[in-house]
T-cell receptor
């Protein structure tokens, strides 16, 4: 069955540094990979989507890479700020209307002032 | 509407009781999803609606769980004879068409505690 793994440990980084979060998957070939942010007590919020034929996608301070050979996506936040502290979820989308989106367990990020 | 809303925000119930959780999707969104999130766990898919039909019920954990959607809008998730392992946050999301790469917009969730 499909399996998604994200950084098992919470990530603590200093303000201003680049945070890098990892998403690895097995037994799946997603057409799309999405990243969401979730704050405590709230539902996830969509951040970025990257297609299988795209290597990299950027949005402001966010950058996502997608390596279908390694079955891995990296999510980078540059010039991190305390407001970036949250849990970040990656999600795999098979690309057809019959495929449900599969979410990873998430990585908790804390940006220390 | 401005966003996906869910009610109640918190529900505490006794083991064996039935509960109903409500989701109001964004107006005009044809697809609606229910997920369950336990502490420290990822989102567990429960059911997906396209309009009023549920083409994918594969995630419902047992026959104690059921869901319906009426008028292509509001959805209700019902859990009968609740058990302690049902305690979790139940999240609802909607998307415009439910097609691939469609963005899902999530509600704030209902935190269910079964005593």
């Amino acid at each position: 069955s499909q399996k998604i793994e994200q950084n098992s440990e919470a990530l603590n980084i200093q303000e201003g540094k680049t945070a890098t979060l990892t998403c690895n998957y097995t037994n799946y070939s997603p057409a799309y990979l999405q990243w969401y942010r979730q704050d405590p007590g709230r539902g996830p919020v969509f951040l970025l989507l990257i297609r299988e034929n795209e290597k990299e996608k950027r949005k402001e301070r966010l950058k996502v890479t997608f390596d279908t050979t390694l079955k891995q996506s990296l999510f980078h936040i540059t010039a991190s700020q305390p407001a970036d502290s949250a849990t970040y979820l990656c999600a795999l989308d098979g690309g057809t209307s019959y495929d449900k989106v599969i979410f990873g367990p998430g990585t908790s990020l804390s940006v220390i002032p | 509407g401005a966003g996906v809303s869910q009610s109640p925000s918190n529900k505490v119930t006794e083991k064996g009781k039935d509960v109903e959780l409500r989701c109001d999707p964004i107006s005009g969104h044809t697809a609606l999803y229910w997920y369950r999130q336990s502490l420290g766990q990822g989102l567990e898919f429960l059911i997906y609606f396209q309009g009023n039909s549920a083409p994918d019920k594969s995630g419902l954990p047992s026959d104690r769980f059921s869901a319906e959607r009426t008028g292509g809008s509001v959805s209700t998730l019902t859990i009968q004879r609740t058990q302690q392992e049902d305690s979790a946050v139940y999240l609802c999301a909607s998307s415009l068409e439910g097609v691939a790469a469609d963005t899902q917009y999530f509600g704030p969730g209902t935190r269910l505690t079964v005593l």
